[in-house]
């Protein structure tokens, strides 16, 4: 029988076992600015899908009820958290004192010219922007960004060289998705569209709440990984 060092295991179970999407992927090696995005929904989808935090699969959250769907890749970035420190720049940002965390991960939105015919997918992008969401009293940002390499708009470098119309599909969406007809407020509200630079530091910012809410996962990743 071959002994094994704790160390040699652990490797061994990353390659054997499936990783969990939120916690078993690391960031990326040049995050902030390149990122793995991790995707749940597709734009053709008339399902909101979410990860389950638990097991690590994607999960029914609900049928669309209504007509929107979103107009573009949408997921989350592993290893972050929007606890503290989110929460803090939207404060900040937005002069509001009331403001927490959701508690989820980072969401993002992937532009490419490309057809992604299906979810559950990692794929390498670069934050361009952002969209500073407010759902109900926690800060909710989206994070916008481009597959890395995507030969339309992999030049792109900012939230400002995108078309007007697009930020505006996917302004419309987060503001109505949660949004019944007869509703008289809304449940979510946008209060900035904010560039790269800002985009950089949210995901910063998530990364470090992540390493806060879970330092013993963070260090086990590093384990597995080799750093």
């Known amino acids: 029988m071959i002994r094994r060092s704790p160390g040699e295991l652990m490797k061994l179970a990353g390659q054997i076992f499936c990783a969990h999407p939120w916690h078993g992927i690391k960031i990326g090696d040049d995050a902030p600015e390149i990122v793995n995005a991790f995707i749940e929904i597709l734009p053709t989808d008339t399902v909101k899908y979410e990860l389950d935090k638990f097991t690590g699969l994607l999960r029914v959250d609900r049928p669309q009820r209504f007509s929107n769907v979103c107009p573009e890749l949408y997921g989350l970035v592993p290893q972050t958290y929007c606890g503290e420190r989110v929460a803090e720049l939207c404060r900040m940002k937005t002069g509001r004192s009331d403001i927490v965390g959701d508690g ?3 969401d993002i939105c992937v532009l490419t010219e490309k057809h992604i015919s299906h979810a559950n997918i990692f794929m390498r ?3 361009i922007g952002g969209l500073r969401m407010l759902d109900n009293d926690e800060a909710d940002d989206k994070i916008i960004a481009i597959l890395d390499g995507d030969p339309s708009y992999g030049y792109w470098q900012d939230i400002s060289q995108c078309p007007a119309m697009l930020v505006e599909r996917l302004k419309h969406y987060f503001l109505t998705y949660k949004q019944a007809p007869d509703a008289m407020q809304r449940a ?10 800002e985009a950089r530091e949210v995901v910063r910012r998530s990364h470090q ?3 806060d809410k879970y330092p013993d996962v963070a260090a ?8």
Do not use: N
């Open 209 to 211: 709440d992540y390493m």
């Open 125 to 127: 992008v670069r934050a």
């Open 220 to 227: 086990l990743l590093e384990d597995v990984y080799g750093g």
């Open 104 to 106: 989820d991960p980072l």
């Open 188 to 197: 979510c509200e946008i209060t900035h569209v904010y560039g790269a630079e």
